[in-house]
């Protein structure tokens, strides 16, 4: 099944939404943004469900190496791994919880949004599609915020 939401790219980018889009069409997320030490350790842990179009974006201060794993997570996730200019480099798809395995990122990661196990497939996101957020500094932005 193909999903993409309509109407993004008239949109002014809002702190509770990310925009994604690439050769696959476009699509929009609920979003929790995560960006102090503290709130990107919880992440979404112990939450038992997460909303079809909803994630959570991790906020680095930098592009550096990251890893995440799926300690007290309940559901299965799909990270998606991007530099500081929102260019998508690696997804790791359908992370298993509780499971303790590293999962890098790899080099110059700087944000990383969490969805659904799947959804990133069922979509169609890969590494070369952007993002789109006001956390992601414009001036290094490969598609900016109105």
Known sequence: ???MATNIASA???PDKIDLRGSWGQTQFSIEVVDTPESRGQGLMNRPSLGQFAGML???ERPQSVAFWMKNTLIPLDMIFAGADGVVRRVHSNAIPGDLTSIPG??????VLEVN???AETL??????VMRHPSIDAKNA???CN
């Open 106 to 111: 790899g080099p110059g990661i700087q944000y």
């Open 142 to 144: 490969s598609w900016r």
């Open 58 to 60: 991790f906020v680095y």
């Open 1 to 3: 099944m193909w999903l």
């Open 124 to 129: 169609g996101i890969d590494a070369g599609s």
């Open 12 to 14: 002014a980018c809002s």
């Open 117 to 119: 196990g799947g959804m």
